[in-house]
């Protein structure tokens, strides 16, 4: 062994006996950067505790990647008010200095609301979810009708249609295959919270089931009530996890939903996409790639 491969070796070895650390922030994505995908969402948060200076941990490999993981990628378009991200530093960081260095550092737009170490071998966010609140706000004036309808009463109407149905296909890409599938079964709560005169929206209060293979999808359901002409606001308030008591027994109601109780099969393709229409479908964004895991 030469020496340089005797400090190579040596410098792995005293990285992996680096204290860790895994930290759990919750942080808001606001309006302003909605429109951004998860693709650069990842690199702000990438690019913000570099400036900041904090020791992140970065997997092994030939293109070594930070430990950060995120529990669900917000779709373009959507705001969060707490979302969950875990990150690994090695060494720890006492948690009031990574605060007040993440918020000097963090771009406008994404706000740290708290976080706190959760120990190393916790599962992973995106393993342990099981359902999700969204507010939806439609603008529209008060005085605003639909086919004659005023707003608020058009919507309370098709709000109760919507539920009292067993069936609602709807049609998704994944992997460059349609499928149609039922999303029914995912809304778990819906309701109409009434009109904010200040703010001129009507407010829906959306509850989903979010398990890997059976998420709902706001905007989705918005499409459903044939409300998706109207201007609106996507924000997730809350995402639920299967490893939080509190969560658990709040979804025990609830019925757990399968992939293959909500799959139809897949949408017959006209034909197989071949040269660069083919690599195009393989060379998706990951924003686009990140829509189609809620199927």
Same mark, same amino acid.
């Given at each position: 062994m030469t020496s340089e491969t005797?400090?190579?070796?040596?410098?792995?070895?005293?990285?992996? %006996?680096?204290?860790?650390?895994?930290?759990?922030?919750?942080?808001?994505k606001e309006e302003r950067i909605k429109f951004?995908?998860?693709?650069?969402? &990842?690199?702000?948060?990438?690019?913000?505790?570099?400036?900041?200076?904090?020791?992140?941990?970065?997997?092994q490999g030939f293109n070594p990647q930070p430990h950060i993981q995120f529990a669900s990628?917000?779709?373009v378009g959507f705001t969060g008010l707490r979302e969950p991200v875990d990150i690994t530093f090695a060494p720890p960081v006492?948690?009031?200095?990574?605060?007040?260095?993440?918020?000097?550092?963090?771009?406008?737009?994404?706000?740290?609301?708290?976080l706190a170490e959760v120990p190393l *071998?916790?599962?992973?966010?995106?393993?342990?979810?099981?359902?999700?609140?969204?507010?939806?706000r439609l603008f529209a004036e008060a005085d605003e009708a639909i086919d004659g309808e005023p707003v608020a009463a058009a919507i309370e109407r098709r709000i109760a249609a919507l539920l009292q149905e067993t069936e609602i296909w709807r049609e998704r890409e994944r992997k460059g295959k349609r499928y149609r599938y039922n999303l029914r079964p995912l809304i778990l709560e819906l309701a109409y919270q009434g009109?904010?005169?200040?703010?001129? %929206?009507?407010?829906? &209060?959306?509850?989903?089931q979010q398990r890997a293979g059976a998420t709902g999808r706001p905007d989705e359901v918005v499409a459903a009530l044939g409300l998706d002409s109207y201007p609106r606001s996507l924000c997730r308030e809350c995402l639920y996890f299967a490893d939080d008591e509190d969560d658990t027994a709040l979804f025990a109601p609830y019925p757990v939903v399968? *992939?293959?109780?909500?799959?139809?099969q897949a949408v017959k393709q006209s034909a197989r996409p071949s040269g660069k229409k083919r690599r195009a479908v393989k060379g998706?964004?990951?924003?686009?790639?990140?829509?189609?895991e809620f199927i």
């Open positions: 005797a400090q190579q070796a040596d410098d792995l070895q005293d990285a992996d %006996e680096t204290p860790r650390q895994r930290v759990r922030i919750r942080y808001a951004i995908s998860h693709q650069d969402e &990842f690199r702000a948060w990438e690019r913000a505790l570099r400036r900041a200076g904090l020791p992140l941990l970065y997997k990628p917000l779709g006492p948690l009031p200095e990574l605060h007040e260095r993440l918020a000097a550092s963090l771009p406008p737009g994404l706000t740290v609301r708290d *071998k916790t599962p992973a966010l995106q393993s342990q979810l099981i359902g999700a609140d969204y507010a939806i009109y904010d005169e200040a703010e001129e %929206e009507h407010r829906i &209060f959306l509850r989903v399968d *992939k293959a109780d909500i799959a139809e998706r964004t990951i924003a686009e790639r990140a829509g189609d």
